[in-house]
């Protein structure tokens, strides 16, 4: 008859487990248990049995680029993609889109489908992650429910044997908006879930996200200088456009935003532009909002690109929408787009992660002007891009 087992060989085995999950040698594991290494490769198999998950990992350098790019095809909705590819070389970019069309299946409304979506792409975004040194994050329910994925998913800190710089790319819009959808929590809790709990993201929760065209020159002004005492956002931004010359020499390192291995964003629905960070700053713009939705064939984390032959008192009002905003810019998406042209090594350059219906607009025009690399949508998004594309 077998011996039955005691409690403190159960409390060993799966502290064993516990440490092994950490990342910890069998040596550090005897030494903190004070037990035998030759004790510990036996808690070991049994742990792995009931308490431990093994994680498989991709070698991706046995595998040759020819046959990862039919790999990579396989895995993309091909026909679509052939139509998109087509709209950036029409307009002569060189960015080619990796596409990956997921199915989410019925879902009772839009927020069931956000987190449905992002708990189905955390492997991908994950897989990206490690590819970069830095990544930006805008903002909103979309992003929320990715990173909250991607928070869950069973692996050690830190994912990296280097840490992975997450930076904010937009200031507060100052309303009653959720705060976890902000740009600054994204970054900070994103950070915590990949370098572990110690790591300190870079923060633009004093920025505001707009300075009201309402404002007198002077107090503009004043806004602006008291922003620029937000060391982080100057690491981040770096000074005013309009800042004098010497200001602008004065800084000692390139703007982070303008270095980026990634950028993680999402494209909300045409019919809400903005959306999120838009906030009741917005609300004191001399530019009414329904006008601003005319103006735009695509907005993305804050950069709004006009549709074609907009009238002179259109574009006016569109620079001062765009002379407003303290966040990201279209020269920081254009940048990392093509630090992602090579969609198998390197970079991954800018991910947008987006699903439901009214977004086809503004990814047609985003894919033009090669601003996406990474297009993860679900199958409702790919079929009203297919519906649009000719």
């Given at each position: 008859?077998?011996?039955?087992?005691?409690p403190?060989?159960?409390?060993?085995?799966?502290?064993?487990?516990?440490?092994?999950?950490?990342?910890?040698?069998?040596?550090?594991?005897?030494?903190?248990?004070?037990?035998s290494?030759v004790?510990?490769?036996?808690?070991?198999?049994?742990?792995?049995?009931?308490y431990?998950?093994?994680?498989?990992t991709?070698?991706?350098?046995?595998?040759?680029?020819?046959?990862?790019?039919?790999?990579?095809?396989?895995?993309?909705?091909?026909?679509?993609?052939?139509?998109?590819?087509?709209?950036?070389?029409?307009?002569?970019?060189?960015?080619?889109?990796?596409?990956?069309?997921?199915?989410?299946?019925?879902?009772?409304?839009?927020?069931?489908?956000?987190?449905?979506?992002?708990?189905?792409?955390?492997p991908?975004?994950?897989?990206?992650?490690?590819?970069?040194?830095?990544?930006?994050?805008?903002?909103?329910?979309?992003?929320?429910?990715?990173?909250?994925?991607?928070?869950?998913?069973?692996?050690?800190?830190?994912?990296?044997?280097?840490?992975?710089?997450?930076?904010?790319?937009?200031?507060?819009?100052?309303?009653?908006?959720r705060?976890?959808?902000?740009?600054s929590?994204l970054?900070?809790?994103?950070?915590?879930?990949?370098?572990?709990?110690?790591?300190?993201?870079?923060s633009?929760?004093?920025v505001?996200?707009?300075?009201?065209?309402?404002?007198?020159?002077?107090?503009?002004?004043?806004?602006?200088?008291?922003?620029?005492?937000?060391?982080?956002?100057l690491?981040?931004?770096?000074?005013?456009?309009?800042?004098?010359?010497s200001?602008?020499?004065?800084?000692?390192?390139?703007?982070?935003?303008?270095?980026l291995?990634?950028?993680?964003?999402?494209?909300?629905?045409?019919?809400?532009?903005?959306?999120?960070g838009r906030?009741v700053?917005?609300?004191?713009?001399?530019?009414?909002?329904?006008?601003?939705?005319?103006?735009?064939?695509?907005?993305?984390?804050?950069?709004?690109?006009?549709?074609?032959?907009?009238?002179?008192?259109?574009?006016?009002?569109?620079?001062?929408?765009?002379?407003?905003?303290?966040?990201?810019?279209?020269?920081?998406?254009?940048?990392?787009?093509?630090?992602g042209v090579?969609?198998?090594?390197?970079?991954?350059?800018?991910?947008v992660?987006?699903?439901?219906?009214?977004?086809?607009?503004?990814?047609?025009?985003?894919?033009?002007?090669?601003?996406?690399?990474?297009?993860?949508?679900?199958?409702?998004?790919?079929?009203?891009?297919?519906?649009?594309?000719?």
């Amino acid at each position: 008859m077998p011996r039955k087992r005691s409690p403190e060989k159960d409390i060993e085995i799966i502290a064993t487990a516990y440490l092994a999950a950490q990342g910890k040698r069998n040596k550090q594991i005897s030494e903190e248990l004070d037990i035998s290494e030759v004790a510990v490769a036996r808690n070991l198999i049994e742990a792995r049995q009931k308490y431990l998950r093994t994680e498989l990992t991709f070698l991706r350098k046995r595998v040759g680029p020819a046959m990862m790019r039919k790999v990579e095809q396989r895995l993309t909705h091909k026909p679509l993609l052939e139509k998109l590819n087509k709209l950036a070389e029409h307009k002569q970019h060189a960015c080619k889109l990796t596409l990956r069309v997921f199915c989410c299946g019925h879902c009772k409304d839009d927020r069931a489908r956000m987190e449905k979506l992002g708990e189905i792409a955390a492997p991908l975004v994950r897989t990206l992650l490690r590819r970069s040194a830095s990544c930006g994050l805008t903002w909103g329910g979309m992003l929320e429910a990715v990173v909250a994925a991607l928070s869950a998913l069973p692996y050690p800190k830190p994912w990296t044997g280097e840490p992975i710089e997450f930076i904010p790319l937009s200031g507060e819009p100052l309303g009653r908006e959720r705060r976890r959808y902000s740009s600054s929590s994204l970054a900070r809790e994103l950070g915590a879930a990949v370098n572990g709990p110690t790591y300190e993201a870079p923060s633009l929760a004093m920025v505001p996200a707009f300075i009201p065209d309402g404002f007198e020159a002077e107090e503009r002004a004043g806004v602006r200088k008291l922003i620029e005492l937000v060391k982080d956002y100057l690491d981040i931004f770096g000074h005013y456009q309009g800042a004098n010359p010497s200001s602008r020499r004065a800084r000692r390192a390139i703007p982070k935003a303008e270095e980026l291995d990634m950028i993680l964003t999402s494209v909300g629905s045409s019919d809400r532009p903005l959306g999120f960070g838009r906030g009741v700053l917005f609300e004191k713009m001399s530019v009414h909002y329904h006008d601003l939705s005319a103006m735009l064939a695509a907005e993305v984390g804050g950069v709004c690109i006009p549709h074609d032959n907009l009238t002179r008192v259109q574009d006016e009002q569109l620079d001062i929408v765009r002379e407003s905003w303290t966040g990201l810019r279209i020269e920081h998406l254009q940048k990392c787009a093509q630090r992602g042209v090579d969609p198998l090594t390197g970079p991954p350059g800018v991910v947008v992660v987006s699903g439901g219906t009214k977004r086809a607009t503004a990814i047609r025009e985003l894919v033009s002007q090669g601003l996406i690399n990474y297009l993860i949508i679900d199958e409702v998004l790919a079929a009203e891009l297919e519906a649009t594309l000719p």
